[in-house]
């Protein structure tokens, strides 16, 4: 029996996709000699922001194979935690 191979030949699809991210916040430290070393209080809670980003992304058999970012949009800025 002799078994003969045939080429495989996936199906490639690319899509635009919009989708979201959040921006994380950043903490931010400030000393304050009338307090004792390693003291920390929340002045300010911090809050995520968000970013829409506008993508092709390659699926090959359903597969992502590649993200090619087109656009990236600030929809909030993130609050620092202070």
């Not at 199906?11 to 959040?22: D, H, S």
């Not at 400030?30 to 307090?35: C, L, Q, T």
């Amino acid at each position: 029996v002799i078994a003969v191979s045939k080429p495989f030949l996936g199906v490639k699809v690319t899509r635009q996709e919009t989708y979201t991210e959040e921006i994380p916040y950043q903490v931010v430290e400030k000393e304050d000699s009338s307090y004792n070393s390693g003291y920390t209080k929340i002045v300010v809670d911090g809050e995520n922001g968000e970013k829409e980003i506008v993508a092709d992304v390659v699926y090959i058999d359903g597969v992502e194979q590649e993200r090619i970012v087109l656009s990236t949009t600030t929809v909030k800025e993130p609050v620092d935690r202070e």
